[in-house]
């Protein structure tokens, strides 16, 4: 069983910046992607940035393509989302998951 906690979040004016970071432990493991997804209020999650092993290629949805930076730290358990140019709708709570299976609480992004 793999846990994920995710940290970084708060609050920032639009044009702001954020890094969120996510921490794995337990049962890591070898695993193919991580990613982040978040939901906004009064939406459904979705998924903002994701990053595999091996080469690490990344793919952003995209409306955060040129603002946000996913990268990981496989030494440490660690992923990252650097949030530049923020803006009102990134508002949402963002969520770390591995494969699509272990999921973080959440971390708390306001953009006001």
């Known amino acids: 069983h793999v846990q994920l906690v995710e940290s970084g979040g708060g609050l920032v004016q639009p044009g702001g910046s954020l890094r969120l970071s996510c921490a794995a432990s337990g049962r890591t493991g070898s695993y193919n992607v991580m990613g982040w997804f978040r939901q906004g209020p009064g939406k459904e999650r979705e998924g903002v940035a994701v990053?595999?092993?091996?080469?690490?290629?990344?793919y952003y949805t995209d409306s955060v393509k040129g603002r946000f930076t996913v990268s990981r730290d496989n030494t440490k358990n660690m992923l990252y989302l650097q949030m530049n140019s923020l803006k009102s709708e990134d508002t949402a709570l963002y969520y770390c998951t591995k494969e699509l299976i272990s999921w973080g609480l959440g971390t708390q992004v306001t953009v006001s």
């Open positions: 990053i595999y092993t091996g080469v690490g290629n990344t």
